[in-house]
């Protein structure tokens, strides 16, 4: 069973940075796509950046030139580098692993159906 943990959430002021960070255990990450979501209030949930295990990444257009998605496969880990954050980036996010298939691209990592999911940590930006 895959579990995934996240962490490094918390309060920031605007134009602020975060690193979140995701242990993943009971699987190799090396076989898993990885990718965060985040969901805001009262919104439905939205892919924020993915990667497969060789490091080709997608990344949301609003997190475009702020943000790094990096994996450390030996440590079974993932991370997302968030800079100049904005109210708008106040959410819960969510680490998220399916296993990976040779059939996608790794564009297409934010739109493909993640099986495991992390119970999420809240990112809150102040104005």
């Known amino acids: 069973?895959?579990?995934?943990?996240?962490?490094?959430?918390?309060?920031?002021?605007?134009?602020?940075?975060?690193?979140?960070?995701?242990?993943?255990?009971?699987?190799?990450?090396?076989?898993?796509?990885?990718?965060?979501?985040r969901q805001k209030l009262d919104?439905?949930?939205?892919?924020?950046?993915?990667?497969?295990?060789?490091?080709?990444?997608?990344?949301a257009e609003f997190m475009k030139?702020?943000?790094?998605?990096?994996?450390?496969?030996?440590?079974?880990t993932l991370e997302l580098q968030i800079d100049n954050l904005t109210p708008a980036d106040t959410a819960i996010y969510y680490c998220a692993a399916a296993l990976q298939d040779p059939h996608h691209r790794a564009t297409d990592l934010l739109l493909i159906d993640y099986t495991y999911w992390g119970r999420g940590t809240q990112v809150t930006v102040s104005s």
Do not use: H, P
């Open 1 to 37: 069973q895959v579990q995934l943990v996240e962490s490094g959430g918390g309060s920031v002021q605007a134009g602020g940075s975060l690193r979140l960070s995701c242990s993943v255990s009971g699987y190799g990450s090396s076989d898993l796509y990885m990718a965060w979501f």
């Open 43 to 59: 919104s439905g949930r939205e892919g924020v950046a993915a990667a497969d295990s060789d490091g080709n990444a997608v990344y």
């Open 65 to 76: 030139g702020r943000s790094t998605i990096s994996r450390n496969n030996a440590k079974n």
